[in-house]
C-alpha cells in the first residue's frame, strides 16, 4: 500500500501530523469550544430563506468583494472600524492561513506563546513560514516584558498572540498587545476568536488599530456566533492589510451561499448571541465546581476551562468518554481542556468527572 512517505512531498512536510481533535458520536461533546446551542429557529427560517433566494443565481461568481458582508461585519464590530478594513474567508483558520501567505512564507518567522492554538503552527508549516516560540510566564499568563524578551530573542517577521488564549482560557492586556507591536516592525496579528465570552466592556485589540497598520485582529462566526458549521471568519485592520491578502485569496473564495447564509445570521446578532451569557455562567460554574474534584482550573475569558491537578489526563479522558462525554486532551502533562455546554451537558460533565477519583 502507498503512504504519503511514498509520494514526491515537500520535505519540510515530511512526519508531519495533520489537525486531530478526534470526531466522534457522543452524547455530550464538549471537546472543540462549539457554541453546543443551536441556531435559533427564527434566525434558522431566515437563513435558508436567503441561501434560497442566493441559489436562483449561483450560474454566477459570487461579489468578489462581498461587499454587503463586510459591511455588516464593520458594524457587527463598532469601534468606528469601516468595511474596507474588513477581510473575510471560510473560517478564521482561512485568514489566518491568507495573512500567513502574504506575510509569512519561505525564509520568514511566525512567533507564538505556547500552549496555544495548534492551528496557528500548523498554518505557519502548510505556508512554508518558520514557527518558532517563547515561554509564557506562570499560570499561562503574558506580561509585557514577557512579550518583548520573546521578540527580541527570536526577531520574528510574524507575531500571533491569542487573546483569550486557546487553550488556556487566559486574555492577553491591552499592555502587552501594544508592547508587542513597539518591539518589533513585522505583522502582529490577535486572535480573538473568544472575544465575546470576555466580561463585558473588556478591552478588545480594534481599539488599537487606529495608528498602528502592522496590526490585525481576527474573529469568528464559529463560536459565540454558533456558526462553526458555516465556515466563516474575519479580521479588522489597516485597509492596505486586506489589499495585501487580495493577492493570495484565490477568487471568488467565499461562495454566493455562504455569504448569504452569514448576512442573514448578521442581521440577528442578538438572538445568535443570546446563549452567550448563559455558557459564561457555565464556564464560571465549571471553575467554581472543579477546585471541589481536586483540580486547578486557570481564569478563562473564553468559552472553555482548562484545568491542572489531573494524574493521568488520559485516562481521565478515556473514562469520561466511557461516558459518552468528549473533551480535549491536549498533551499537556498534568492538564485537561472542557468546553462550556448547555447546563445539562456541563451538569453532565461534572458529574461523571465527580465519579472518577481525581
Ligand atoms: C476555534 C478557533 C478559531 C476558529 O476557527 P474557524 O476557522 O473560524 O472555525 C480561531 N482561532 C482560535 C484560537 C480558535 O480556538
Request: charged content about 20%; aromatic content about 8%; hydrophobic content about 40%.
Amino acid at each position: 500500500m502507498t503512504t504519503l512517505d511514498d509520494l514526491p512531498i515537500r520535505d519540510d512536510l515530511r512526519g508531519k501530523k495533520p489537525y486531530g481533535a478526534p470526531q466522534k458520536p457522543v452524547r455530550v461533546a464538549l471537546n472543540v469550544n462549539e457554541n453546543t446551542h443551536p441556531v435559533p429557529e427564527t434566525v434558522a427560517q431566515d437563513i435558508v430563506d436567503r441561501v434560497a433566494q442566493a441559489v436562483r443565481t449561483v450560474n454566477r461568481y459570487p461579489d468578489r468583494e462581498f461587499t454587503v458582508l463586510r459591511e455588516k461585519l464593520a458594524a457587527y464590530l463598532g469601534h468606528g472600524i469601516t468595511r474596507e478594513q474588513i477581510w473575510a474567508a471560510n473560517g478564521s483558520n482561512e485568514v489566518l492561513q491568507q495573512f500567513m501567505q502574504a506575510f509569512g512564507g519561505p525564509g520568514r518567522t511566525v512567533l507564538g506563546f505556547p500552549p496555544t492554538y495548534s492551528m496557528h503552527s500548523i498554518i505557519a508549516e502548510g505556508t512554508g513560514t518558520h514557527w518558532v516560540t517563547a515561554p509564557r510566564d506562570a499560570d499561562f499568563e503574558l506580561s509585557p516584558e514577557t512579550v518583548e524578551r520573546g521578540i527580541r530573542a527570536t526577531k520574528p517577521d510574524i507575531v500571533f498572540l491569542c487573546s483569550p488564549n486557546n487553550p488556556t482560557g487566559t486574555p492577553v492586556s491591552l499592555d502587552t498587545i501594544e508592547a508587542a507591536y513597539s518591539a518589533f516592525d513585522g505583522m502582529l496579528l490577535v486572535d480573538e476568536a473568544y472575544a465575546e465570552f470576555a466580561p463585558t466592556g473588556s478591552p478588545t485589540a480594534l481599539t488599537l488599530l487606529e495608528g498602528r497598520p502592522r496590526l490585525a485582529v481576527s474573529r469568528t462566526l464559529s463560536k459565540a456566533f454558533a456558526f462553526a458549521g458555516a465556515r466563516v471568519g474575519y479580521l479588522a485592520a489597516d485597509p492596505a492589510v486586506t489589499d495585501a491578502l487580495r493577492l493570495v485569496r484565490l477568487p471568488y473564495h467565499l461562495s454566493a451561499l455562504t455569504q448569504a447564509a452569514a448576512g442573514a445570521a448578521l442581521d440577528h446578532a442578538d438572538l445568535m448571541l443570546a446563549m452567550v451569557d448563559d455558557i459564561k455562567a457555565q464556564r464560571d460554574r465549571i471553575v467554581a465546581e472543579l477546585p471541589k474534584l481536586g483540580y486547578r482550573p486557570y481564569r478563562s475569558w473564553s468559552n472553555f476551562v482548562l484545568f491542572g491537578g489531573v494524574a493521568d489526563p488520559h485516562d481521565v479522558f478515556l473514562r469520561l468518554l466511557a461516558d459518552d462525554i468528549l473533551i480535549r486532551d491536549l498533551g499537556i502533562p498534568g492538564h485537561l481542556r472542557v468546553s462550556a455546554g448547555t447546563e445539562a451537558e456541563t451538569t453532565a460533565f461534572l458529574e461523571a468527572l465527580a465519579r472518577i477519583e481525581a
